[in-house]
């Protein structure tokens, strides 16, 4: 049974940053593609990163290009997303998905493209 789990959450000022895990377990992961969504309160869960299943192919929403880094560890079943800058806005409870498949289509900011999910980790930024 697929189990995905968050961690690095937390209360940082604005400007600040943060790291956040997610490991995967009961499958083969290493070709999955692996991405992290965001929702706020009263609005929709959208996109922030991907990482595709060779690594080096990553991408991420307009708003926080330049200041999130997502990686990954194959090894370790584990994607990261290092948060830096923080805004206010960036408030939300972030959650990783996980679509374990040779996925090679252009949907990775789509919830749908993801098999799998964390139960969310919850990021707060004051201003």
């Known amino acids: 049974q697929v189990h995905v789990g ?3 959450g937390g209360l940082v000022q604005a400007g600040g940053s943060l790291r956040l895990s997610c490991v995967a377990s009961g499958g083969t992961f290493s070709s ?5 969504f965001r929702q706020a309160p009263g ?7 991907a990482i595709g299943w060779s690594g080096p192919k990553t991408y991420y929403t307009d708003s926080v290009k ?3 880094t997502i990686s990954r560890d194959n090894a370790k079943n584990t994607v990261f997303l290092q948060m830096n800058a923080l805004r206010p806005e960036d408030t939300a409870i972030y959650y990783c998905a996980v679509n374990p498949t040779y ?11 993801y098999d799998y999910w964390g139960q969310g980790t919850q990021v707060t930024v004051s201003s």
Do not use: I, N
């Open 66 to 68: 330049g200041r999130f």
């Open 6 to 8: 968050e961690s690095g």
């Open 103 to 113: 996925y090679t289509g252009t949907y990775f900011h789509l919830p749908t493209t």
């Open 43 to 49: 609005k929709e869960r959208e996109f922030v990163a």
């Open 32 to 36: 999955s593609t692996m991405g992290w």
